[in-house]
């Protein structure tokens, strides 16, 4: 029971600092990306986002479902079960990423018109959307399997650890 208590308090005190940076650096990033480049990459940016988001919607709460089904055998401390269940999720991400970056390079030729407006003459639309889409995909087929093992030993602030880090990097790389 004490440890279920001790990473409890861990996940809140990680998800506390990783929702903080979550909220300020986007808007501190957004703030400079207007002064310095201009509402046109802005707006790339947010469009690209939000077909991704849409497209993330294919996972359709799976992995719930699978951290849900990992609870009795870590429980039960069955390693062998563990190891299965692992083997079949790392099966099932990558058909989720596979699915998402089919459906999202379906989507290239239709780009152009998802844009209202002039599109930056700098900008290679198509280049800049393929690394958005590969970015989001990729975190399917590498580490979707590894985090949801996280999340079922309840240590989730390992993971907002992570994406703290990461994002922290990612939103000053952008400033």
Known sequence: MDSRLNNSTRNIFAGLI??????????????????A???????????????LM????????I???LVYSMYKPIADDDKVKIRALLAVYKKWF?????????????LL?????????EVPSDVNLYLLYLIYLFNTSLGYFLFAEKRALLTAYQRSDIVSNINSFVSLFLYLSQI
């Open 94 to 106: 990558r058909v989720i990423g596979v699915t998402l970056l089919t459906v999202g390079l379906t």
């Open 109 to 117: 030729p239709f780009l152009k018109y998802l844009i209202k407006g």
């Open 63 to 65: 992995s719930s479902a």
């Open 37 to 51: 480049l201009g509402n046109e990459y802005l707006g790339l940016n947010s469009l690209f986002s939000s077909i």
């Open 54 to 61: 849409v497209l993330n919607l294919s996972e359709l709460g």
């Open 18 to 35: 990783n929702k903080v940076l979550l909220i300020l650096f986007p808007f501190i990033s957004r703030t400079a990306i207007i002064y």
